[in-house]
Every structure is written in structure tokens, then in C-alpha cells.
């Protein structure tokens, strides 16, 4: 599956954006989706995860009450609804596919397809 992720921007802290990431190839229903993302000068990180009928999510603490993931499989669409950012929400924000569909992983070495990434910059 090939993954393109869209949707990032300079946004002024308090705001919002919301990230997509669309999937090409086989059947999206077939992976987990989870979004990751790599802060300036530091390592990729977890932020979310949804199962492959979003009856399962979880959220990195960072993240929990501000961002919600959420798919449309008729779409082949996973979606990050990002509010009340922060500065420190400033990263290239990464999609990824697990073959696994019934599991919401935080681990990157888990997932087996990656979008290019989409850079998200909040101002303070």
C-alpha cells in the first residue's frame, strides 16, 4: 500500500489543522493506521493509532484531549484532527499501515508502510 499524507501548515498556536493520509493499493480495511511524528533536531514519536474499524484508539499523553484520529474506509482515508496546538506540536507528521488490522501499536516498528510526511509548524 502506498501511503500520501496532506494537510500540514503554519498555524498559530490555539489552532487547528487536520492532517489526511491517503491510501493506494490494497484494501484499506486491511491495516491499522497510526500517525507519528519527528520533532525538529529529535526522534520520531508516537501520536495516535486506530484499529482497522476504529473500535480501538489510543493516544500518546501528549496528544490525548487535543487531537482526534479517526478513517473512512470507503475513502481509504485516515484523518488527524489536531486542536488547541502547541509550539511544541511542531514536527513533520508521519501516516504508517500495519498488516496487523486489530492493533493500535505506538511502536514505528510495527508498521510496515510510511507516507512522506507532512510538515505541521505552530507559532506562538
Known amino acids: 500500500v502506498q501511503l500520501q499524507a496532506s494537510g500540514g501548515g503554519l498555524v498559530q498556536a490555539g489552532g487547528s489543522l487536520r492532517l489526511s493520509c491517503v491510501a493506494s493499493?490494497?484494501?484499506?480495511?486491511?491495516?491499522?493506521m497510526g500517525w507519528f511524528r519527528q520533532p525538529p533536531g529529535k526522534e520520531r514519536e508516537f501520536v495516535s493509532a486506530?484499529?482497522?474499524?476504529?473500535?480501538?484508539?489510543v493516544y500518546s499523553d501528549s496528544v490525548k484531549g487535543r487531537f482526534t484520529i479517526s478513517r473512512d474506509n470507503a475513502k481509504k482515508t485516515a484523518y488527524l484532527q489536531m486542536n488547541s496546538l502547541k509550539p511544541e506540536d511542531t514536527a513533520v507528521y508521519y501516516c504508517?499501515?500495519?498488516?496487523?488490522?486489530?492493533?493500535?501499536?505506538?511502536?514505528?516498528?510495527?508498521?510496515?508502510?510510511w507516507g512522506q510526511g507532512t510538515l505541521v509548524t505552530v507559532s506562538s
Open positions: 504508517a499501515a500495519s498488516r496487523s488490522p486489530y492493533d493500535t501499536t505506538n511502536r514505528f516498528y510495527d508498521y510496515d508502510y
Open positions: 493499493g490494497r484494501p484499506f480495511g486491511n491495516y491499522a
Open positions: 486506530i484499529n482497522w474499524i476504529g473500535t480501538s484508539i
